[in-house]
């Protein structure tokens, strides 16, 4: 038990102390539902692995594997649900995971019943079971264990669209939230312009965005598919970096690596167009 909270302690408490002192943290969207994916990803050095259970292929099941897997190199386990459901939040929340990251959330009061969902008392109302992995299986003491999971877990809420950026003033000064996180290619559809995330009328909006988010104290944090993109939001003031999916990540480096080997053959040429 104590070298499964000192890696928890470098997850969870660790990820929320380093937003607060100014750093920057860097995740990749994990879809490929393989430990070994989230362990390569911790030898790289990334901050946080985010388990995709919106958009990848991902049960609890896998989830709680893959939260295991986290600890041999104590890469924090972070997971993007499908939904703001209490019970997905409850159920998610119970594997262990050193924090949650919810989609499309429109309005303050979404919000709130997030943090209702996914504090214990006093904070919120999230149901207590002192028997499942987030709480030692009961070998950690209730209290203490709830009080860590009330000041440990990174709570990150994503604005994705137009109403989302209307309240966005509403949204930032709900207490409890840890990171508000734009997500560009959702709201470039909402735009009109789908997957045009470097478009100007994106990038400004979410430049405005970013700039409420860093006026309430809050942690900004957005995607991005480049390194470019990544160095550029962090001179603006971002600090939670999502950078890529693993399955993309792989596909270009093996689509380079292939290149490079067609390129050294005499005569030959690369099959890829």
Known sequence: ???????????????????????????????????????????????????????????????????????????????????????????????????????????????????????????????????????????????????TANEETLLTISVEGHEGVANIDEIVSVQGVDVVFVGPYDLSESLGLPGQVSHPSVTDLILKVVGRIRASGKAPGIFCDTVTAAENWVGKGVQYVVFSVDAKIFLDACTEAYRALRSGLPGKTSVIS
């Open 1 to 147: 038990m104590e070298a499964n909270q000192r890696a928890r302690s470098l997850w969870q408490g660790g990820l929320n102390r380093r937003l607060r002192n100014g750093d920057v943290l860097f995740g990749v969207i994990v879809e490929i539902p393989d430990p070994a994916i989230v362990e390569i990803l911790g030898l790289a050095g990334f901050d946080f692995a985010l388990i995709d259970c919106e958009h990848g292929a991902i049960d609890l099941q896998t989830v709680a594997s893959l939260v295991r897997a986290c600890h041999s190199t104590s890469i924090a386990p972070l997971v993007r649900t499908a939904g703001s459901s209490t019970v997905e939040t409850l159920r998610v929340l119970d594997c262990g995971v050193a924090g949650i990251h919810v989609p499309h959330v429109k309005t303050r009061r979404q919000a709130e019943e997030l943090i209702q969902s996914a504090r214990y008392h006093p904070q919120g109302n999230r149901g207590l079971n002192p028997f499942v992995r987030s709480a030692s299986f009961s070998a950690q003491p209730v209290r203490d264990y709830m009080q």
